[in-house]
């Protein structure tokens, strides 16, 4: 099983990134995709989910109307669109997997963001 | 939203000893808990779900317990690949963290 996070980087406030994370030895088509983040030096916050077939999709209060994650099973590919970045945005972000609609059985190593001028 | 605070932030325990931290919830989560291990420099690594279903090649000096709004992650005996900030992470209503136990070397 593996998750490989990309696009993360140094963007000025009120610009917009794209994240991108690969799966692969697991079945995405099944599987409900989130993203986590974690601010340096502090803990865990859930972000966003899509469920397996993309037609649902919930957002932690912080990046609502900011953030939209979208997937493209095709390419066992999940996406986090983030626009109007803050500096409170800066963290590590993590893909997870799940198939229980519950607990995150799969994490990728993550991607650095910084949002900073 | 339901917010998990977790205790003590930092456990300061001699290898071989008992550790046990607490996590709490603003509401009832039934037994919709997991926990987690999170190494310096890596991900989080699945460790517990359903408060006490160990996850696959975890070793059962891991035990969780718990239901309704407090729940307990006890490691049995520390080893030094133990040291490490554990997160419990309620999933019966959306999903919310924990905000970390450092359990670190006494």
Known sequence: ?117 | EIVMTQSPATLSVSPGERATLSCRATQSVATNLAWYQQRPGQAPRLLIYSTSTRATGVPARFSGSGSGTEFTLTISSLQSEDFAVYYCHQYNTWHTFGGGTKVEIK
């Open chain 1, 1 to 117: 099983v593996q998750l490989v996070e990309s696009g993360g980087g140094v963007v000025q406030p009120g610009r917009s990134l794209r994240l991108s994370c690969v799966a692969s030895g697991f079945t995405f088509s099944g599987s409900t995709l989130h993203w986590v983040r974690q601010a340096p030096g502090k803990g865990l916050e859930w972000v966003a989910l899509i469920s397996h077939d993309g037609k649902t999709e919930y957002y932690a209060e912080s990046v609502r109307g900011r953030f939209t994650i979208s997937r493209d099973n095709s390419k066992n590919t999940v996406y986090l669109q983030m626009n109007s970045l803050r500096p409170d945005d800066t963290a590590v972000y993590y893909c997870a997997g799940e198939v229980n609609w519950a607990w995150f059985d799969h994490w990728g190593q993550g991607t650095l963001v910084t949002v900073s001028s």
